[in-house]
């Protein structure tokens, strides 16, 4: 564990403290049973503590991991001094949507791991103090953004989709003082964040009050538009200069091996829309049940996983297995998340991998069939590969399987935009610096580009491409 030590911050007469402030979480035997929120989140007091740790570096590399390029040492200053709406006012600057990145982004694996103070000890808790610069403001700060309206007839930019990279490149287009509407296949916005990442760990009062500042911008969305169907990329094109495509990841991929098609197997995307956007989790309140097996196995080792797991057990699953075919050293989930899953109870059968869902007569689950696996050597993806132990088959008594081995982007615009160049994966081609597609003025960014990807990476691609449709649009 690591501790306070001598090391002065430079020009003060300040020790460094190098231990974070803990997050207040829910008790792990209250929350698996309920939805709310799982992380409670800094007070004032521990968000000053935490922010006092930053010693202000003149090079912040910090700034360097964060894809929507945040002034990270600043916002963490003016919490230190208690002048929290200025803080929040100082991410704002760069981000939208402070406190869903607050509490879902992988900081762990950019800000923070680029952090001074990581190098001894623990990095400053980046994203805590944002989602509690931006929780003080929902709590405590009238809001004062005003419409931003065109002063002449402007430039009209047509955004699909509006999950996190949609809605910030909607947002950065009408600061600019364009003429901004998204299209939304749904009948609400927010795309993962609403139908995807569960309420426990992001309330969806939150991804409301965030969604509610951009239209207070002016940003118009026009829902229950699924565009490849009711208008062509082309038939926009009339009547918008310039348009982003940001339709994201959401075609689950299977395991492909027998039983796939038996009741009780769900792709993670329908089980997670089912609870998430269909409120199956407030069943009988919501007349949506999802049906729910008492020995439930998940398969897949990323955030969808655990998800889908801790949600099972929350409907009321009494064991839920995260089956994954590397080690937990492996597992692509965030660690918090990981820890977060083991506290509640999920057991994690790892080096497994399934080969056969078996069903009974009447075509329900009863058990699934893997094999035990060894790591050798490493993949191109620089992981240990997994390898088959020879005759080490078993089974596991099931009655419900989720399948979240990943999901690959939405078809339907590739499909129905012959001009548009896609990728082996199905992605759309887009130059990463720029956003921009094969088809001129149309422009790309998030998931359906880069495959499924994260929240602040997606709405770095929308910064990009606002920047680029501005460019393109002069
Ligand atoms: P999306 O969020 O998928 O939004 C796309 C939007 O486009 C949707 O609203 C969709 O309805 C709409 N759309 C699609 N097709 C059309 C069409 N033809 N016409 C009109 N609209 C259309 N990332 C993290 O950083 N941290 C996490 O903890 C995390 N957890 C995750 C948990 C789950 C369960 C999942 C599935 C993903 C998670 N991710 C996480 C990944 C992250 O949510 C995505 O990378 C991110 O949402 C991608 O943003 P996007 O805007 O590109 O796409
Ligand atoms: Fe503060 Fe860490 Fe950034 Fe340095 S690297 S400015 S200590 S947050």
Redesign the pocket.
């Known amino acids: 564990m690591p501790i306070d030590d001598n090391k002065k911050t430079p020009g003060t007469a300040k020790k460094i403290n190098y231990i974070r402030e803990k997050m207040p979480v829910q008790d792990p035997s209250k929350r698996k049973n309920n939805f709310e929120e799982v992380a409670l989140g800094y007070n004032e007091e521990t968000a000053k503590k935490e922010a006092s740790r930053c010693i202000q570096c003149k090079t912040a590399p910090c700034k360097n991991g964060c894809p929507v390029e945040i002034d990270i040492p600043a916002f963490i200053k003016l919490v230190a001094e208690g002048k929290y709406d200025e803080s929040i006012k100082k991410i704002k600057e760069k981000n939208n949507l402070p406190a869903i990145c607050g509490r879902?982004?992988?900081q762990e694996t950019q800000c923070e791991s680029l952090c001074t103070l990581g190098k001894k000890g623990e990095p400053i808790a980046i994203g805590r103090l944002e989602r509690f610069a931006a929780d003080y403001e929902a709590a405590n700060v009238p809001s004062n953004e005003t419409k931003i309206s065109p002063s002449t007839p402007a430039p009209k930019v047509a955004v699909?989709?509006?999950?996190?990279?949609?809605l910030t490149c909607a947002a950065d287009l009408k600061r600019m003082g364009y003429n901004v509407k998204i299209?939304?296949?749904?009948h609400a916005?927010?795309?993962?964040?609403?139908y995807?990442?569960p309420e426990f760990?992001l309330p969806k009062s939150i991804l409301d009050r965030e969604v509610k500042y951009i239209n207070t911008l002016g940003v118009e969305i026009e829902y229950n538009?699924?565009?490849?169907?009711v208008a062509t990329i082309k038939e926009l094109m009339q009547e918008y200069k310039a348009v982003f495509i940001?339709?994201?990841?959401?075609l689950p991929y299977f395991l492909n091996i027998p039983g796939e098609n038996l009741n009780g197997v769900y792709s993670?995307?329908e089980f997670?829309t089912r609870v998430n956007l269909m409120k199956a989790y407030k069943f009988p309140q919501f007349d949506t049940p999802a049906a729910m097996g008492k020995r439930v196995g998940v398969v897949g080792g990323g955030?969808?996983a655990m998800?889908?797991a801790r949600v099972a057990l929350r409907l009321g699953a009494e064991e839920v297995y995260i089956i994954y075919r590397r080690s937990e050293e492996e597992l692509p989930a965030?660690k918090e998340?990981v820890e977060h899953a083991h506290e509640e109870g999920i057991k994690f059968k790892l080096l497994t991998n399934p080969i056969k869902i078996i069903g009974d007569s009447e075509g329900n689950i009863k058990e699934i069939e893997c094999q035990q696996m060894e790591l050798g050597e490493p993949d191109a993806s620089g992981r240990k590969r997994p390898v088959v132990i020879k005759d080490s088959e078993f089974t596991i008594p099931m009655d419900t399987v989720i399948i979240a081995i990943g999901?690959g982007p939405?078809p339907?615009?590739p499909q129905t935009t012959s001009e548009l160049s896609i990728g082996k994966h199905g992605n759309i081609v887009t130059n990463e610096k720029t956003g921009e597609t094969s088809i001129p003025g149309v422009f790309a960014?998030?998931?359906?580009a880069t495959g499924?990807?994260?929240?602040?990476?997606?709405m770095g691609?929308?910064k990009i491409a606002a920047k680029s449709i501005d460019k393109y649009l002069h």
């Open positions: 879902v982004c992988p699909i989709g509006s999950g996190p990279a949609g299209f939304e296949s749904l916005s927010g795309g993962v964040l609403r995807g990442i760990r538009m699924i565009i490849g169907r940001g339709s994201g990841a959401g993670a995307n997670l955030n969808v998800d889908s965030r998340e999901q939405n339907l615009i960014g998030g998931d359906v499924a990807a994260t929240v602040i990476k997606a691609a929308g």
